[in-house]
């Protein structure tokens, strides 16, 4: 029984946390407020992961370290810098392996399917960001400070995820109202389940053929929006969803008063024109087959507010 730290209790990191105690591992969660799943298996403790110091003192004697934190969408620029450094340094401190929850925002608007080859280049700020990142740890990595390796994900689906979907799509649709998205409704896109995020990480912290690159989260095939909506109401029991695309000035002028509207005028691209993950290299790796999204899709809609 090896000792895993988990940085962040979301989606990603209360599943991560799950997998690994119910194979038998010792799990400790930090988080700022102490929040987490309750587990035998799991401590939750209370701490500012920005503090590297204290940070490294719960790394100490862990076999990996899992990165699944995810500062407010509108302050990425000042707290995920920071909040990074910490983590690498405390898994260079303890010696374990750092894995880190990570996503497609660092390529950039792109033509054709995004594969771990993919150039980094973003021009917004958000993932210019985390381009940076995963830069500044590869170069730890390979000056033999560091173990590293990230999973890349698109918009996810599960219990408690947050995106365009979920936000604006469903809970009107479902409700039986007009739903407005600003996207192209028929695009098709990608849709990442988190338990299929967790799997992954727990398979690429443990097998050192995953160090020192990139993996994509087995995903299911593409859905646009309009599908994948559909598709909630018809498993919810719903009428077919009534769905309009919002035109991108409605949104620009929906930032001047919501900061996190704000930010979805960067990311437009994704939702505007294809957006397709290829997560071949993961699959075959290490022989994880995505979760149908019918399933994925189930356990969202059961866990959207009523």
Known sequence: MSLHVIVGAGPVGTATALLLAERGERVRLVTRRGTGPEHPAVERVTADATDAGRLAELAEGAAALY????????????????????????????????????????????????????????????????????????????????????????????????SLLTAAALPAALAGRRARVPADLDAPHSWTYVGDVARTLVAVAADERAWGRPWHVPTAPPRSIRGLTTLACSIAGAPTPRLAAMPRPVLWLGGLFDPLVRELRETQYQFRRPFVLDSTAATETFAITPTPIEDSLAETVQALPR
Do not use: F, I, Q
């Open 67 to 162: 990165n699944c934190a995810a500062p407010p969408y509108h302050r990425w620029a000042a707290e995920w810098p920071p909040l990074a450094a910490a983590v690498l340094g405390a898994a260079e401190s303890a010696g374990a392996v750092l894995a880190t929850t990570s996503n497609l925002y660092g390529y950039g608007p792109v033509d054709g399917a995004m594969t771990e080859r993919t150039p980094l280049r973003a021009t917004g700020v958000k993932g210019r960001v985390r381009a940076r990142l995963w830069e500044e740890a590869l170069a730890a990595h390979e000056a033999g400070r560091v173990r590293v390796t990230e999973v890349r994900g698109s918009d996810y689906l599960g219990a408690g995820t947050l």
